[in-house]
């Protein structure tokens, strides 16, 4: 971790603490709530996630995301550290290296579980490829990072599907316990038996990882029936509260847009599924996506603006 000079930190003083508590640049915060815990490795521990499963889900998305950043004349380097107990994970860039860092202890969090796992890595690898909006800081420089909401709605609309295609998703779900609203949704979105079920696993794994981030902020687990109903004033960067980030997975899950479809760094709209089109199944919820008058779309390098949330 990088050490502030003092004016630095008096800076950050300054930053509101709905921005301070985002995936920051540096690695100081990550996808999950600030938290101290810190999970050893321990050859006599159950975990949820085994470092044979943390690797292999590591190389799967070195494996995809290898040639799709080198498309775009960059590299993905993901720093896995399974000895290391930290319950958190970041994306960072360093020159044209763009890098997800992965640690042990946030795979051995007892709410955890190997898709909840995977999504942690698309949630950060989401923040270098979900496009627009941006994290933009308070004095409105623009970040080459996709905000919170966005990682989190990128991780199941896109990258999800890529990190399982090629599994058998008929046997794994038929393990599950799928609740039918889900079911129902799924098959509302989407027609092919293999799209829906890797629909209904994205759906599971949110809860997981949503389980497991409520978790560590102290707060009641989320609930797939009981959706964050709160609409934000302004687009919110930093992390929503767990209930609306599980929110955030379905409405990835559920959308129906290819996986093709190309995201816009400027255009919110592209590629997703939105209100501002008129669509109303797996758009971003409102307790952090602040929908867009449509008669006034973004400007090419223009960002969506930024701001706190009206309810954690």
């Known amino acids: 971790m990088k050490k502030y000079i003092v004016s630095a930190v008096a800076v950050l003083a300054l930053v509101p603490v709905s921005l301070a508590l985002a995936c920051t640049e540096d690695g100081q915060h990550g996808i999950a709530p600030d938290n101290t815990m810190y999970i050893p490795d321990s050859s006599f521990g159950a975990f949820p996630v085994t470092e044979a499963q943390f690797n292999t889900s590591i190389a799967r998305a070195t494996k995809i995301y290898e040639p799709i950043f080198a498309a775009q004349g960059r590299s993905y380097k993901v720093i896995a550290a399974w000895s290391d107990g930290t319950v958190n994970a970041f994306a960072d860039r360093s020159g044209t290296v763009s890098q997800v860092h992965m640690f042990g202890g946030l795979a051995r969090h007892p709410k955890m579980s190997p898709d909840g796992f995977e999504l942690v890595i698309c949630h950060e690898t989401g923040h270098h490829l979900g496009g627009a909006p941006k994290i933009k800081s308070i004095f409105g420089k623009i970040s080459w990072a996709s905000n919170e909401g966005e990682a989190d709605y990128y991780a199941t609309l896109k990258c999800a599907r890529l990190m399982w295609a090629n ?8 393990k599950l316990t799928i609740p039918q609203s889900i079911t129902e949704r799924c098959q509302k ?11 209904k696993r994205a759906a599971i794994a949110g809860k997981d990882l949503g ?24 687009m919110v960067d930093a992390h929503p509260a767990a209930q609306c980030r599980l929110d955030t997975y379905l409405a990835g ?3 129906a847009k290819a996986v093709t479809d190309v995201l816009s760094d400027t255009d919110a709209t592209s590629g997703t599924c939105s209100e501002e089109k008129g669509e109303s199944f797996g758009i971003r ?25 009206s309810r954690r």
């Open 167 to 174: 599994d058998d998703n008929e046997a794994i779900v038929a």
């Open 189 to 199: 979105s989407f027609d092919k038996t293999a799209e829906i079920n890797i629909c």
């Open 211 to 234: 389980d497991t981030l409520a978790a560590l902020g102290k707060t009641a687990e989320t609930d797939f029936d009981k959706p964050d109903t709160s609409i934000v004033t302004k």
């Open 253 to 255: 899950s559920f959308c």
């Open 285 to 309: 919820p409102t307790c952090w996506y602040k929908v867009q008058d449509r008669n006034a779309p973004p400007k090419p390098g223009s960002s969506w603006p930024s701001g706190k949330f």
